[in-house]
């Protein structure tokens, strides 16, 4: 009985405080200055990443496999392999991609929305936001991880996206997660594995002919 | 002043001639009337689809949007289409419930661009065909080429007479053909099923310069 009792309270305290629940960070000035610090020191990044994209409503989601590349000041490989085969270079002020082999060029100066979602991209991949004016940006933090959640004040961004949700391992504090919400609860979480930074990337990975 | 009174009543009626015969689309060349037919319209998708997954290419007006689209059944007699990028941003988000005499859409999200026009119209409704049950179809009018034996089914619904024609020596729909005054010609061509869901679709309005390709992903 006393077993059963100990069980009970265990599993009631699971549940009042999960794990993985997030608390609020008072005072963020050292985990701002910290974010700061590692997104000036990393140079380049190459990861594996696993996206699925929810739909809450319908109580479905949409997963896909891909490998991205990241080096400053700005240049992007984003590339799916599973289910589908898709590529999206930025570099050069061009936004490229390929889709199924056929390759697309566009000028990221000339369409806003381009160089929105290369801006959101670079500052979410790198960290660095701390200083970005055109988000409301709180801290969070559990036992794994610091959360950045980060709300838009543009209206062209707002109706696309209500939040970006950043997650920083805490030892390494490189970004281990991305959440993308939309207006109405659906979102797309980004999960990154096999994560390398600061190795030396080809120029070959940010060409798309 | 004389020679314009005379010419243009002609010019007008060989107008007006000219946008009847182009208004009138002639999609049953060649093909007679099967009488005592009971043939009914067999549905695209299978009876007890769930759902599917398709990568897609819409083009409208010159613009390109990539990304999937998938085709969920959330009940019974109601199914949501939802279009979004690869990178997961959506593009549109339809919901379709049949049960009744016209069909009832639902319009979650559509993105601004292409919340203009027919477009979106346009879409719901060849949508609505490609999911449909055809229960609404109770007097179909079933005709077959002369030349190529093809079966070729007549039916109304929403006010909109359809013709589906059934793939060569198959039971399959193959192609859907419907006119509309305010969205023009619309054609679905389904090039192929893979355990009874069409793994290649394609949707073209040339009014609006629309093409939607599907193409099945399997998972």
Known sequence: ?209 | MQLFGKIFPKALLFGFLLSIASCSPNYLKNFKLLNNSDLKIPTIFNQDYQKSLYKANLNIIGKELSGVLLFKRTNKSGFRIVFMSEIGLKYFDFGIEYGGEEFLARTYYIMPALNSGEVRNILINDFSILLSDFKANRNPIVYRSAESKRIAVEYKDNGQAYICFRQNGGNRIGEVKWKSKAGGRSVITIDAFSDGIPSGIEITNKKYSLLLKLHLIEQ
């Open chain 1, 1 to 209: 009985m006393r077993v059963i009792s100990i069980s009970f309270l265990l599993l009631l305290f699971h549940f009042a405080y999960p794990q993985s629940a997030f608390v609020q960070i008072g005072d963020a000035g050292k985990l701002k200055a910290e974010i700061k610090k590692h997104s000036e020191e990393v140079n380049s990044i190459k990861s594996d990443f696993v996206q699925e994209k929810n739909l809450s409503m319908l109580e479905e989601s949409v997963t896909s496999e891909g490998r991205f590349f990241f080096r400053k000041p700005g240049e992007i490989r984003w590339g799916y392999s599973k289910p589908y085969e898709y590529v999206i270079v930025v570099a050069d002020g061009k936004f490229r991609i390929s889709n199924e082999g056929k390759v697309s060029v566009f000028d990221i100066g000339s369409n806003q929305m381009f160089r929105q979602i290369s801006d959101m991209i670079v500052m979410a991949i790198s960290g660095d936001f701390v200083d970005n004016e055109e988000f409301d940006i709180g801290f969070f933090e559990n036992a794994d991880f610091y959360l950045a959640e980060l709300k838009p004040h543009a209206r062209q961004i707002s109706d696309m996206l209500s939040a970006i949700k950043i997650y920083f391992d805490k030892t390494s504090m490189d970004v281990k997660k991305l959440k993308f919400i939309e207006p109405g609860d659906d979102y797309t979480l980004i999960v990154f594995k096999n994560y390398q930074k600061n190795i030396d990337l080809k120029d070959s990975e940010f060409i798309l002919n």
